[in-house]
């Protein structure tokens, strides 16, 4: 059962428009959020992270925000550059009892930002 | 400063026979994971080092797999009598220790992609 799902594989937006990537969850044991950005041969990069206890992060053109009654979170992206085309990836934290954190991740979103 | 590598970045090998991939994580990050991505999937865990504490085994999917951790640094995953659905892009990521109050990002190398054939 996929515990972090983006149900959305795709996505096309033009230059200078806003991107709005989503995300839904059904751990409620998580508590902690994170979005990478992937380009092809590459490692997913790490982007933006919320706390559970916020409901709002930004970092310049990048705002995540989270909604945990609804059990969602978004990536938005203003203005979109062709430059952020990539495969954006949602992860979900949350200590397994080993004491390690592992991310589970969707299945990704691949964004496309035409000039 | 270097960031997380892993060799090699390819490896095609046949059916059954044992292969060893390499971690080198950030210095200094005491955390280091290693994870699988298959085809059209996300990022699946596999296994967990901290420090000298015992590893987090938990995501490994059969006892064809381990990996170890030698020093603290250097971290080796090795598949055993590799199947086909053993082809996948294997990432490692490390981070600094969550008990220095640090945020939960991981840094993540740039993969070996597995082929078995």
């Known amino acids: 059962d996929q515990q972090v799902k983006q149900n959305s594989p795709s996505l096309s937006v033009q230059e200078g428009r806003i991107s709005i990537l989503n995300c839904d969850y059904t751990n409620s044991m998580f508590d902690y959020f994170l979005w990478y950005k992937k380009y092809p041969a590459e490692g997913p990069t790490f982007l933006i992270s919320i706390s559970s206890i916020k409901d709002k992060n930004e970092d310049g053109r990048f705002t995540v925000f989270l909604n945990k009654s609804a059990k969602h979170l978004s990536l938005h992206i203003v203005p979109s550059q062709p430059g952020d085309s990539a495969v954006y990836f949602c992860?979900?934290?949350?200590?397994?009892?080993?004491?390690?954190?592992?991310?589970?991740f969707g299945k990704g979103t691949k964004l496309s930002v035409i000039p | 400063g270097a960031g997380v590598s892993q060799s090699p970045s390819n490896k095609v090998t046949e059916k059954g026979k044992d292969v060893e991939l390499r971690c080198d994580p950030i210095?200094?990050?005491?955390?280091l994971y290693w994870y699988r991505q298959s085809l059209g999937q996300g990022l699946e865990f596999l296994i967990y080092?901290?420090?000298?504490?015992?590893?987090?085994k938990s995501g490994l999917p059969s006892d064809r797999f381990s990996a170890e951790r030698t020093g603290g640094s250097v971290s080796t995953l090795t598949i055993q009598r590799t199947q086909q659905e053993d082809s996948a892009v294997y990432l490692c990521?490390?981070?600094?220790?969550?008990?220095?109050?640090?945020?939960?990002?991981?840094?993540f190398g740039p993969g070996t992609r597995l082929t078995v054939t």
């Open positions: 990521a490390s981070s600094r220790s969550l008990l220095a109050g640090s945020s939960y990002e991981q840094y």
């Open positions: 210095s200094g990050h005491t955390a």
């Open positions: 992860a979900a934290s949350a200590d397994s009892g080993a004491g390690s954190y592992q991310l589970t």
């Open positions: 080092f901290q420090g000298n504490s015992a590893p987090d």
